[in-house]
């Protein structure tokens, strides 16, 4: 992507509009990076996030927030009521990942725990939640601190288990819809491992994938490698079945649709001259639309059966095709509201703000928007993380940016926190403007 005027935020503050955000931001940058410090060190697994809950609880009350802890298991939500006027909602995402560090930082991570495998395994947050955390918290200092430039109904929700798809949607579950303020806007973002730091990227309409595993279970007709006349091999099915997957995008989806289907893992077998009775695979389908999501499901299924049935497989050892459930749906930016917000923050950043291209990622941020499409606008922005000497060696081809999730992405912390810490509350604040006349 061309990034133009890409500095960190301090750079541009000729761009600031004159409201002291950007000066107010920056006062408050040691405390911050020293918690997003302490956040990196401490990462927790998805589900288990009860330390960090509990701390960032305590900050909320602090600041003068209603809070209450546990929605969706771990997720915290906090309510400062501020008149009349609209409500809005910000979210950040707590869990780590079930990653070895690998970064060097004095502040790397030492954490184990054990995640739903049963493994023990390191912990890391190597998708940049503690970035999320910290200007989340950064962006409640300053709209406590300015509750005489806003009115209105102010929701922040701290979401547990967003890496495995279901905290957004166990705490809908849990009644944040209901037993809270429901928002008439909802706003987060993202940090970057392929932007340099403080850029601002935004898709308007779909921008994240609909994501979801699925499992194929393939019988055979077991026995001896040598005489495989006497068997129905399940690898020889399931390589039919691998290579006629290819044809669902290629062949049966518009091709200015996006999607994606990939077998990320086949299983079969234990020896050399056993043929075994049975192989598996592990498929990940990527795609945006809801219509295109159920073509691509329908069809792994049709093409599983229809395989196997040319193999020779009776009806009762037919492959079994199973779609785990809760998925993760697509993100949708409302277009109108997504133009709106980037206005607004186009006299302060500038060249910094670009709209990008939608990516196959997933990101369960989008249950917001889908649990009342007719009344929830909704909105998640990209915050570039590549320290900028390294974009630039990048774009030279003199090394290789790690990827979000990598044991060794380590983002340009007050870079990322700064200029999502002042996008939030901008765009928090013309979101709810003072009435001037009614006082």
């Not at 000066?23 to 918690?35: C, R, T």
């Not at 509750?147 to 929700?157: A, D, R």
């Not at 669902?248 to 893992?265: K, Q």
């Amino acid at each position: 992507m061309t990034v133009l005027a890409a500095t960190p935020a301090h750079a541009d503050a000729h761009m600031e509009a004159g409201d002291g955000l950007r000066a107010a931001v920056m006062e408050d940058m040691p405390g911050l990076i020293a918690l997003y410090q302490d956040l990196h060190a401490n990462p927790e697994l998805s589900f288990q996030e009860f330390e960090t809950a509990a701390k960032l609880a305590t900050r909320m009350r602090a600041l003068g927030f209603e809070v209450t802890e546990g929605v969706g298991k771990t997720g915290v939500v906090a309510v400062m009521r501020n008149g009349d006027g609209p409500t809005v909602m910000l979210r950040a995402d707590m869990d780590g990942l079930p990653v070895i560090e690998q970064t060097g930082l004095p502040y790397a991570s030492k954490r184990t725990a054990v995640p739903a495998t049963g493994v023990e395994t390191g912990v890391m947050h190597a998708c940049g939640h503690d970035t999320h955390m910290a200007a989340w918290i950064g962006a409640a200092q300053l709209l406590a601190e300015r509750k005489g430039e806003w009115s209105g109904t102010l929701v922040m929700i701290l979401q547990p288990a967003e890496e495995i798809g279901e905290g957004a949607l166990a705490m809908l579950q849990d009644g944040l819809y209901e037993r809270f303020p429901k928002p008439d806007y909802v706003l987060a973002f993202h940090d970057a491992a392929g932007a340099p730091a403080g850029f601002i990227g935004y898709s308007k309409g779909y921008a994240l994938a609909n994501v979801d595993s699925v499992d194929v279970v393939i019988p055979g007709i077991g026995g001896h490698g040598a005489y495989p006349h006497t068997t129905k091999d399940p690898v020889v099915i399931g390589s039919s079945i691998v290579m006629r997957l290819q044809t669902l995008v290629s062949r049966e989806i518009d091709p200015l649709d996006s999607a994606v289907v990939t077998v990320g893992s086949f299983q079969a077998g234990s020896k050399h001259n056993i043929i075994s009775d049975e192989a598996r695979l592990q498929i990940t389908v990527r795609s945006y639309s809801d219509e295109t999501r159920a073509h691509l499901l329908d069809g792994i299924e049709r093409i599983a059966r229809g395989e196997a049935i040319a193999a020779g497989m009776p009806e009762d050892k037919l492959p079994v095709v199973t779609v785990q459930d809760p998925y993760t749906p697509s993100t949708y930016n409302t277009p109108e509201f997504t133009e709106q917000v980037m206005a607004g923050l186009q006299d302060r950043f500038g060249g910094r703000i670009r709209e990008v291209p939608s990516v196959m990622g997933g990101e369960d941020f989008g249950q917001f928007y889908r649990a009342d499409p007719e009344n929830v606008e909704s909105l998640i922005f990209w915050v570039g993380g590549v320290p900028m000497a390294e974009w630039e060696a990048s774009q030279r081809g003199e090394t290789e940016l790690p990827s979000l999730h990598s044991p060794f992405w380590v983002p340009d912390a007050p870079v990322v926190i700064a200029t999502a810490t002042e996008a939030l509350a901008a765009a928090t604040l013309d979101l709810m403007p003072k009435d001037e006349a009614g006082g």
